[in-house]
């Protein structure tokens, strides 16, 4: 069993900033890529930001510049560190694991929410 654990979430003002935090625990094998997806209400959950298996990341055109991913794989954790953050980036953040590149977990959420 794996549980991906994020935290960090919560309410900011247009152009402030959030870290999100995500910890992998349980019966984890090689983690072959980690990153971040939202999704907003209505909205289907969409690519944030990405370590690749090969070890590049990807972003999403909409966060590239603002945000910043990071990974520390001997604690098995990925951080997103969220600048400059608009009303638009309001979404429910998921933490995604993918191991032994078969095996795809899901975080539980959490909330961001970005007041105008």
């Known amino acids: 069993q794996v549980q991906l654990v994020e935290s960090g979430g919560g309410l900011v003002q247009a152009g402030g900033s959030l870290k999100l935090s995500c910890a992998a625990s349980g019966s984890i094998f090689r983690i072959n890529a980690m990153g971040w997806y939202r999704q907003a209400p209505g909205k289907q959950r969409e690519l944030v930001a990405t370590?690749?298996?090969?070890?590049?990341?990807n972003y999403a055109d909409s966060v590239a510049g603002r945000f910043t991913i990071s990974r520390d794989n001997a604690k098995n954790t990925a951080n997103l560190q969220m600048n400059s953050l608009k009303p638009e980036d309001t979404a429910v953040y998921y933490c995604?694991?993918?191991?032994?590149?078969?095996?795809?977990?899901w975080g539980q959420g959490t909330q961001v929410t970005v007041a105008s």
């Open positions: 995604r694991a993918v191991m032994n590149n078969a095996y795809i977990y």
């Open positions: 370590f690749t298996s090969g070890g590049s990341t």
